[in-house]
């Protein structure tokens, strides 16, 4: 799912998120261990869709999916090679929480002309370089609070409010081949986008 007229909204940042989809019916006991909250999202009933969003307009601009288990920064380099170049030239900021943390993914966004916007993991180390991993670590410890104020929590909020308006309907994929799964999966943010782009050419 590639750049959906995010030129028309003149959106100039991205956040990046993942969220759990149920795509397996199982037996009586592991919906009972699900509704005690003792069975875990990394069980194999669950599937992570991986998503990029445009701002504000909120345009899901990549998607993909993976195994619960996942890290998600294993699976960024997917969802940045299917982003248009258009769209990359117009991001100036891409919003990421502390799963993001890497080396590689700072290193490609700044690469990009972005300025990534995720906090650093507590166990983060200065170095001493130049690179944005050392930068973002630097002022961090020297300026916590001017950081914390650069730092736009909110932003990355609205993929979690995308995946909040798909997950108010319910998936039903009774479907045993996983590919079949994967596109049921898939289907309402192709929706949720028609409706985004049909209810700007109403106002």
């Known amino acids: 799912m590639g750049y959906i007229r995010a030129t028309q909204w003149e959106d100039s940042e991205c956040a990046v998120d993942s969220s759990g989809f149920k795509v ?12 005690k909250k003792q069975l875990k999202k990394t069980s194999k009933i669950f599937r992570k869709v991986h998503i990029i969003v445009s701002l504000p307009s909120r345009a899901v601009v990549s998607i993909t999916t993976s195994p619960s288990p996942t890290h998600d920064s294993k699976v960024c380099g997917k969802l940045f090679q299917t982003l248009s170049k258009r769209l990359i030239k117009r991001c100036k900021i891409m919003h990421m929480d502390k799963a993001y943390w890497d080396e590689d993914i700072l290193g490609w966004i700044e690469q990009a002309g972005m300025r990534p916007d995720v906090p650093p993991k507590e166990n983060a180390i200065d170095h001493g370089t130049n690179g944005p ?71």
């Open 133 to 203: 991993h050392d930068r973002i670590v630097r002022a961090y410890a020297a300026y916590p609070g001017l950081f914390r104020y650069n730092h736009h929590s909110e932003h990355r909020a609205s993929v979690e409010h995308v995946f909040g308006l798909i997950k108010l309907r319910p998936l039903t994929i009774n479907d045993r081949k996983l590919n079949n799964k994967l596109k049921t999966l898939l289907c309402p943010f192709l929706w949720y986008n028609f409706l985004l782009y049909a209810q700007s050419l109403w106002r």
């Open 24 to 35: 397996a019916t199982e037996s009586l006991w592991r919906y009972l261990k699900w509704a």
